[in-house]
């Protein structure tokens, strides 16, 4: 028996194939154009669920199994807002988490003589402007999940903290270890009992049970690391190495639950947070210069994956398996979208392409644009 869903979502997508038609058949060109196999989809607009549909196969192969609205992702980096940013604002609202705290205050590991490293708080951490690099192969190294940890907290600074933006999972890693160690708790558990329980969403988690395997497209199949087709663990290999439950990937969820969480950041937080803490964690920084980045979240900027028309005010999040998910408060609209472009292989970037032409179709539809 599921738990029943707190977060209210009448369903209107009965018209969803004549409404969306044109949005539906970007997807499909782009799984022709072999972008990706197949895609979960789901759009909420004025607090009702205006679209659920799933796309094409688990894989090109003849046979592959068909997605269905109710097919489980790998959501890669949308993890970090699902469940580590939004874990973030709950702790936020409880005070055990500060924006301006040093991270050094929580990992002490992390002060290795470089005293740039005592002013990056958790602030610039969620906001990708610590100064530390986008991206470091540690599972080349570390063999297990403390081997790991200790490497991200050795990784040097290439930025001073503050100057620049600069994406970056190491950051995120490390974040995961300090709420981790603040709270006493797995960072999986953490996101369960504070943010997943309340909101009643019981198909979006880490560590995906054996019975969700079925309902889940293989990522890729991997002949450089693990010598597998990867389906029902973790893509990122960082990740993986920490034993599938990361801060900055390790999530899986089905689009409908990803969704269900958007609408309750669209209703201002309820019943995890207030609006003003939203609007706090959803806000474009104002430095470093240039920055996109809202603490966890990323705005839109020219040319935006969001596509032409999501107002200046919206936020989200891409995954590198394919994934994203867009909320707009302005038009009290959210698009998920989830696939596996990475499949066999991360090499087609024509996800790129198909992704906000999809949003501009689906908004086109709404007739939101104007």
Same mark, same amino acid.
């Given at each position: 028996?599921?738990?029943?869903?707190?977060?209210?979502?009448?369903?209107?997508?009965?018209?969803?194939?004549?409404?969306?038609?044109?949005?539906?058949?970007?997807?499909?060109?782009?799984?022709?154009?072999?972008?990706?196999?197949?895609?979960?989809?789901?759009?909420?607009?004025?607090?009702?669920?205006?679209?659920?549909?799933?796309?094409?196969?688990?894989?090109?192969?003849?046979?592959?199994?068909?997605?269905?609205?109710?097919?489980?992702?790998?959501?890669?980096?949308?993890?970090?807002?699902?469940?580590?940013?939004?874990?973030?604002?709950?702790?936020?609202?409880?005070?055990?988490?500060?924006?301006?705290?040093?991270?050094?205050?929580?990992?002490?590991?992390?002060?290795?003589?470089?005293?740039?490293?005592?002013?990056?708080?958790?602030?610039?951490?969620?906001?990708?402007?610590? *100064?530390?690099? %986008?991206?470091?192969?540690? #599972?080349? /190294? !570390? +063999? &297990?999940?403390?081997?790991?940890?200790?490497?991200? $907290?050795?990784?040097?600074?290439?930025?001073?903290?503050?100057?620049?933006?600069?994406?970056?999972?190491?950051?995120?890693?490390?974040?995961?270890?300090?709420?981790?160690?603040?709270?006493?708790?797995?960072?999986?558990?953490?996101?369960?009992?504070?943010?997943?329980?309340?909101?009643?969403?019981?198909?979006?988690?880490?560590?995906?049970?054996?019975?969700?395997?079925?309902?889940?497209?293989?990522?890729?199949?991997?002949?450089?690391?693990?010598?597998?087709?990867?389906?029902?663990?973790?893509?990122?290999?960082?990740?993986?190495?920490?034993? *599938?439950?990361? %801060?900055?990937?390790?999530? #899986?969820? /089905? !689009? +409908? &639950?990803?969704?269900?969480?958007?609408?309750?950041? $669209?209703?201002?937080?309820?019943?995890?947070?207030?609006?003003?803490?939203?609007?706090?964690?959803?806000?474009?920084?104002?430095?470093?210069?240039?920055?996109?980045?809202?603490?966890?979240?990323?705005?839109?900027?020219?040319?935006?994956?969001?596509?032409?028309?999501?107002?200046?005010?919206?936020?989200?999040?891409?995954?590198?398996?394919?994934?994203?998910?867009?909320?707009?408060?302005?038009?009290?609209?959210?698009?998920?979208?989830?696939?596996?472009?990475?499949?066999?292989?991360?090499?087609?970037?024509?996800?790129?392409?198909?992704?906000?032409?999809?949003?501009?179709?689906?908004?086109?539809?709404?007739?939101?644009?104007?």
């Amino acid at each position: 028996m599921q738990p029943a869903a707190i977060i209210s979502l009448p369903e209107a997508h009965e018209a969803q194939d004549a409404q969306f038609e044109r949005a539906f058949a970007v997807l499909r060109q782009g799984i022709e154009q072999k972008a990706f196999p197949g895609a979960a989809v789901a759009v909420t607009h004025r607090g009702k669920l205006a679209a659920w549909k799933g796309l094409g196969n688990f894989t090109y192969n003849p046979g592959s199994p068909a997605v269905s609205p109710g097919t489980v992702y790998d959501l890669a980096s949308v993890t970090k807002v699902v469940a580590t940013t939004a874990l973030c604002m709950v702790l936020y609202e409880r005070g055990d988490f500060k924006l301006e705290q040093p991270l050094v205050e929580l990992l002490p590991e992390f002060a290795t003589g470089d005293e740039r490293r005592e002013q990056v708080t958790l602030r610039m951490v969620l906001a990708h402007s610590s *100064g530390l690099p %986008a991206y470091v192969r540690l #599972f080349e /190294t !570390a +063999r &297990d999940r403390d081997a790991l940890i200790a490497q991200a $907290l050795a990784v040097p600074l290439e930025a001073g903290p503050g100057s620049r933006a600069e994406y970056s999972d190491i950051g995120f890693i490390m974040l995961g270890v300090a709420l981790e160690r603040r709270l006493g708790k797995p960072l999986d558990q953490l996101c369960r009992h504070h943010v997943f329980a309340p909101l009643g969403l019981s198909t979006i988690g880490f560590l995906p049970p054996e019975d969700w395997k079925p309902r889940i497209p293989p990522t890729v199949d991997d002949r450089a690391f693990r010598h597998r087709t990867i389906q029902g663990e973790v893509h990122d290999e960082n990740a993986w190495v920490m034993g *599938g439950v990361a %801060a900055h990937a390790g999530c #899986f969820g /089905t !689009a +409908r &639950d990803v969704a269900m969480f958007a609408e309750c950041m $669209l209703r201002g937080g309820a019943p995890l947070v207030k609006p003003e803490t939203v609007g706090m964690f959803t806000r474009r920084e104002a430095s470093p210069a240039g920055t996109s980045r809202a603490p966890g979240w990323d705005t839109p900027s020219q040319p935006s994956q969001s596509g032409r028309y999501f107002s200046s005010r919206s936020y989200g999040h891409l995954g590198y398996t394919g994934t994203s998910l867009w909320i707009d408060p302005e038009r009290h609209l959210s698009v998920t979208l989830l696939t596996n472009r990475t499949w066999p292989d991360c090499g087609s970037k024509l996800i790129q392409q198909v992704r906000p032409a999809f949003h501009d179709a689906v908004i086109e539809a709404l007739k939101t644009d104007g």
